[in-house]
Nanobody
Framework: QVQLVESGGGLVQAGGSLRLSCAAS????????MGWFRQAPGKEREFVAA????????SYIDSVKGRFTISRDNAKNTVYLQMNSLKREDTAVYYC?????????????????WGQGTQVTVSS
């Protein structure tokens, strides 16, 4: 069992930056693939970024490549999402999620554990 708690969301102007944090507790954090997802009003939840349990591979949705960076600090059991050059279309609730290391980290359905989400609002 893994418990995830996101923080760092808020209101920011277009072009600004935010860093989201996801604090994990429970089972061995370093043995899970970790991902960030988001859900905008009226839309389905979508994949944003993820990396494998060993950090060797990362993936980003095309719309955030070059602007967002996912990282983890295993010593702190924390995953981060650094978001730069934010756009209005980045407005959404952002969720942190974890998938077992033996699963397909690119398959959203493999993510078993989810946080409660943190709101990011980008104003023009």
């Amino acid at each position: 069992q893994v418990q995830l708690v996101e923080s760092g969301g808020g209101l920011v102007q277009a072009g600004g930056s935010l860093r989201l944090s996801c604090a994990a507790s429970g089972r061995t954090f370093s043995s899970y693939h970790m991902g960030w997802f988001r859900q905008a009003p009226g839309k389905e939840r979508e994949f944003v970024a993820a990396f494998t349990w060993n950090g060797r591979s990362t993936s980003y949705i095309d719309s955030v490549k070059g602007r967002f960076t996912i990282s983890r600090d295993n010593a702190k059991n924390t995953v981060y999402l650094q978001m730069n050059s934010l756009k209005r279309e980045d407005t959404a609730v952002y969720y942190c999620a974890a998938a077992r290391s033996g699963s397909n980290w690119l398959d959203r359905r493999q993510y078993e554990y989810w946080g409660q989400g943190t709101q990011v609002t980008v104003s023009s």
